[in-house]
């Protein structure tokens, strides 16, 4: 097995289910398992480890020059219920990959190298991004609910606020990633160079109605909080094709109470998530629903923000450093934004970032069906360790 499929194997096998999925949420004993892993696998490679109350764990390498700036990479080793192998897992395995490769080649960097390994990257209780979030200092105190998902998790929302740290010797954060979407395979590419990543908004919709009985009230006569919700879900599809195709929505969960056959529901709760690389079009599609959920009759509508993320933007040095090192290795690149959510955007309000993308087959992610050809997955490893050595090589403009 190759270097970055074995370290994959080694650090992302945990949380593994009968039908090959994974389930590694955030905090959990798999994700601390899988935790572990990647800090034994920095210490087999000489860095200084730690983690924190955020649940991320970092292994630093130093560099030959304490007064350069630190080059950091990594990604998340949490994923969804019932996930894929590759999402997140590989970001941490290609960045240990290349830290490998340093220690076998015998090459000293001048910068220091810092790999993490995030927490809670995929949305949840804690609102997604959260390890890199904390670390960058982005954790809001007053976020919706936080206290009390913390709670959960034994930790204080001033524990997680302490994890913030300081970035002024931080040089930049690169970061490998598949890519989720289904572009690259359907062009023949092997590698993305990623120009940005989407905002993204998510926001608890609930509906009040009145529960009564399913087979004696009239229909003339409800208030079906169900009902209500279906309209106001149809109408921001509607809206949302109407006003940009790179705009996505998503009524992902929906909650009925009581949630009984014969009951007339009373209550729905509902998440809505939008994302695009532009918030005037979020902002946009919000401001239709608010209008609509005014309109509709026999329910009474409250949303609520649970979380923005803001877009980001890749730095266009590195960028071009990720493009130089695909030509190196003789790998056709392409250009595209990620309408998928990552740890670079939280690091993006930091420092300057650049993502690679390697293909996803037939598009899956979030699903056990999830696969990256393993030639793909060492490629993107060779692509990251070349950038990575031109960065410190050449630096960034500063």
Known sequence: ?????????????????????????????????????????????????????????????????????????????????????????????????????????????????????FNA????????????????????????HLAEALAAYGHTVEEILACARDFSDVLCYLETHVEQG????QQGIPIGVVSGIAGIGRYQVTALGQSNHGGTTPMRLRRDAMVAMAMLIVYADAQCREIDP????????????????NVVPGKVVASFEMRHVEKARTDELLRRIEAKAKEIPDADFTIEKVIYKSSAHCAPALQDMIRQAAAEAGAAAMTLPSGAG?????????????MIFVPSHLGISHS???????????????????????????????
């Open 246 to 261: 790179a705009l996505v929505f998503t009524p992902g969960k929906v909650t009925v109470y009581p949630g009984a056959a």
């Open 1 to 117: 097995m190759e270097r970055i499929s074995r370290i994959l194997q080694e650090i992302a096998h945990y949380g593994k289910n009968q039908d090959g999925s994974y389930t590694r949420l955030g905090y959990s004993p798999e994700f601390r398992e899988s935790r572990n892993a990647a800090q034994k696998l920095m210490e087999s490679y000489g860095m200084e480890t730690s983690t924190d109350a955020a649940g991320n764990v970092r292994g630093i390498l130093w560099g030959t020059d304490k007064a350069a700036k630190h080059i950091l990479m990594g990604s998340h080793l949490d994923t969804v219920p019932s996930g894929g192998l590759f999402d997140g897992a590989y970001g941490v395995a290609a960045a240990l990959g290349a830290v490998e490769r340093l220690q076998q080649e015998g090459r000293k960097l001048r910068h220091t190298v810092e790999v993490y390994g």
């Open 182 to 185: 289904g572009v690259l395979e």
């Open 368 to 398: 056990g069906d999830e696969w990256t050809e393993p030639q793909a997955v060492e490629q993107g490893g060779d692509i990251l360790y070349r950038t990575l050595l031109k960065v410190d090589a050449a630096g960034l403009a500063e």
């Open 342 to 354: 990552h740890d670079a955007d939280s690091l993006d309000h930091r420092v300057p970032i650049g």
């Open 121 to 144: 990257e995929e949305g949840g209780p804690l609102g997604g991004t959260f390890g890199s979030r904390a670390l960058a200092g982005l954790v809001d105190p007053q976020q919706f």
